[in-house]
């Protein structure tokens, strides 16, 4: 019990209008520690004639809304939270936000195809380390990621085997010669860079 007050006890995630897909994982992993992820999902009422069982069971789920609802208000920003503020249910907050910054696929397949053209005209900086080279085109990959596309860690490995400057050349060839650079991980290539 004491983990989940302390749980609670952190910030959510605040979304400033900005990169919705991240901040839209985060605060699902935030309500769903909360238990509250479910009053996102469905929007449930009584009907009819409860038993006791029912009624308590309806007092819980209506609470765990309020709260879900409480927790989507604290983490927008004063200016999104303005535009929900009239809306009533966890959900109905959710469903809007998600209309308003998600995006449509065109607009997520135009963000993924400037991300890929970003990903190819990449190249190592003169002073910069493989780890922040890798760092750099594994967030991009990441961001494709987001958006529900697949990117897979070999096209990482191919660009950086293609890209790295002249100093790894020699590790390079003894790589060629002693593994099948198609199947070789991220992980190891970085680790014999």
Known sequence: MEESSSFSAMAPPVFNSENFHMWAV????YLDALDHWEAI???????G???MAQLKNHKDK????SKAKACL??????????GIMSLKSAKAIWDHLKAQYKGDDCIKGMQVL???RYFELHKIKEMETIKEYSDRLMSIANKVRLLGFEFKDSRIVGKILVTVSERFEATITTLENTKDLSTITLAELLNSL
């Open 114 to 116: 400037n991300l890929i």
């Open 41 to 47: 999902e469905e929007d449930y009422e009584v009907l």
């Open 62 to 65: 209506k609470t765990r809304k």
């Open 26 to 29: 985060r605060m699902e992993a």
């Open 49 to 51: 004639n409860p038993t």
């Open 73 to 82: 208000f604290s983490a927008v920003s004063s200016t999104i939270f303005t």
